[in-house]
């Protein structure tokens, strides 16, 4: 299989997994997701809520952008690539705190939850092709 179709599958899957969970964080785990809004950012329920929706819209467009929007892909990685560096934070957070939350309930858990972000962010820039801005 070429590296471009592997890249291609690879893009969709991961827009596939963006609009899952832009989905979860409007739904379902809408509450859990509450709970991983750093403190250093608000106390504030409402706010936690409005940034929770928030980052489940910007998801969701993410997500149908890394699938359908090929015309801007270099462009939409960088973007989604800097939308994961900074929900990082709450995973941070998660483990800072001892957050228990999608079953992440040790710290070794949530460490290892640490662990999957910056391969996530490489996978984003990669079959975006975004990485080739960054060899210029």
């Not at 992440?104 to 910056?118: G, H």
Request: aromatic residues 12%.
């Amino acid at each position: 299989m070429k590296t471009e179709t592997i890249k291609i599958f690879s893009r969709i899957i991961l827009g596939i997994i963006m609009l899952g969970a832009g989905i979860l964080h409007l739904t379902i785990l809408r509450a859990e997701f509450q709970d991983l809004v750093p403190i250093s950012i608000t106390t504030d329920p409402q706010m936690k809520d409005f940034l929770v929706i928030a980052s489940g819209v910007a998801e969701i467009l993410l997500g149908i952008a890394t699938i359908f929007w090929t015309k801007q892909m270099k462009k939409v990685g960088i973007t989604l690539a800097l939308f994961l560096v900074l929900v990082y934070w709450g995973n941070i957070a998660q483990y800072m705190n001892q957050i228990d939350a999608f079953n992440l309930d040790s710290n070794a858990k949530r460490f290892i939850r640490l662990l999957f972000q910056p391969p996530l962010i490489l996978w984003a820039l990669w079959c975006t092709n975004a990485l080739s801005y960054f060899k210029k």
